[in-house]
């Protein structure tokens, strides 16, 4: 296993991840201490089930949503919200 610092992760990070790729292991270190390990993903089959539509994407694409009727509108409520930032 490879052991490399937060910096020289952070300048190779292309590098280290093809390591990693290829089955190898990094440990991150921060003062010689590990703080992290990155290990490759396992390819243990298919992990997602596909589930197919119930129905045909054309019969809800034209469908229409009645408005909100909030008492804001969305312009304020975003304003709003980037103020408390």
Known sequence: MKRVKIAEL????????????RGNEVEVTDRDRPIARI???RRSGASLALVPPK?????VRS???AAARWGIGSTELLLEERQQR
Do not use: N, T, W
Request: proline letters at 9%.
């Open 10 to 21: 952070k300048d190779h990070l292309s590098q280290h991840l093809r390591d990693v790729e």
């Open 39 to 41: 290990i490759p993903v």
């Open 55 to 59: 129905r045909p994407f054309s019969s």
């Open 63 to 65: 469908k229409q949503y």
